[in-house]
């Protein structure tokens, strides 16, 4: 038995966002372990799945350790099981890892399906560095702390040429770009990419310096930020 790991659309259909084959796969699948067990219920029927025909358990923030394996027993009964995140891949700055990594400690198989990845996507876009990058998460949300992890990281793609990658709850993004913009130095380059695979997308590249003489304001939208630091 599989443990399918299955990416959801960040924007759009799934039919739009995912090849078919992985649209077949998860419509052969009657378990599924979600993040949110609302918002899966519309994309398992968007995908052609019918809602009442599947059984759906929720892991998110809230789930204990404990009750991680648990959600595993489909796989237990002998039936494949879907892992379905919110957006993006799963597993990926998503409580999904921890059923990902249960699976493995019993032994199961784990098959990643092919979808979209906004920190790929916001990569590929960026004009950065991609052959050296590091995905960092959140950065912490008290000013002074977030001054010297922004810091921090400019630091280490100066010295290792690397791409710096993080993302931050929509409606503090604006409060990071005013920070990235007051602590980082003026020719580092900053890549904000916004509303991926939306009609409303938006994917900017400029130097802090740049980005001065340009106010922007990002919104409370869906966003990476990429950073990469110019040498010395």
């Given at each position: 038995?599989?443990?399918?790991?299955?990416?959801?659309p960040?924007?759009?259909t799934?039919?739009?966002?995912?090849?078919?084959?992985?649209?077949?796969q998860i419509?052969?699948?009657k378990?599924?372990?979600v993040?949110?067990?609302?918002?899966?219920?519309?994309?398992?029927?968007?995908?052609?799945?019918?809602?009442r025909?599947?059984?759906?358990?929720e892991?998110?923030?809230?789930?204990?350790?404990?009750?991680?394996?648990?959600l595993?027993q489909?796989?237990?009964?002998?039936?494949?099981?879907?892992l379905?995140?919110?957006?993006?891949c799963?597993?990926?700055?998503?409580?999904?890892?921890?059923l990902?990594?249960?699976?493995?400690?019993?032994?199961?198989?784990?098959?990643?399906?092919?979808?979209?990845?906004?920190?790929?996507?916001?990569?590929?876009?960026?004009?950065?560095e991609?052959?050296?990058?590091?995905?960092?998460?959140?950065?912490?949300?008290?000013?002074?702390?977030?001054?010297?992890?922004?810091q921090?990281?400019?630091?280490?793609?100066?010295?290792?040429?690397?791409?710096?990658i993080?993302i931050e709850?929509?409606?503090?993004?604006?409060?990071?770009?005013?920070?990235?913009?007051?602590?980082?130095?003026?020719?580092?380059?900053?890549?904000?990419a916004?509303?991926l695979?939306?009609?409303?997308?938006?994917?900017?590249?400029?130097?802090?310096?740049?980005?001065k003489?340009?106010p922007?304001q990002?919104?409370?939208?869906?966003?990476v930020?990429l950073?990469?630091a110019?040498g010395?």
């Open positions: 038995m599989i443990l399918y790991a299955i990416p959801a960040l924007g759009g799934a039919e739009a966002s995912l090849p078919a084959p992985a649209l077949e419509r052969q699948l378990d599924f372990v993040e949110n067990a609302k918002s899966a219920r519309a994309f398992l029927s968007a995908a052609g799945c019918s809602p025909e599947v059984q759906i358990s892991l998110n923030e809230h789930t204990r350790p404990a009750e991680v394996t648990h595993l489909p796989l237990r009964e002998g039936r494949s099981l879907g379905l995140s919110e957006a993006g799963p597993a990926i700055a998503d409580p999904g890892a921890k990902i990594e249960a699976a493995h400690a019993a032994g199961y198989k784990v098959v990643p399906l092919v979808g979209p990845s906004s920190i790929v996507l916001a990569l590929m876009a960026s004009g950065l991609g052959q050296r990058f590091a995905f960092c998460g959140y950065l912490p949300r008290d000013a002074s702390e977030r001054k010297i992890a922004l921090r990281l400019e630091r280490r793609s100066r010295s290792d040429k690397e791409t710096e993080f709850t929509p409606y503090r993004n604006d409060a990071m770009l005013a920070a990235l913009l007051e602590n980082c130095a003026p020719g580092t380059r900053l890549c904000v916004a509303d695979t939306l009609p409303s997308e938006s994917i900017r590249t400029r130097t802090v310096g740049e980005w003489k340009a922007f990002i919104g409370k939208r869906p966003a930020f950073l990469l110019q010395r």
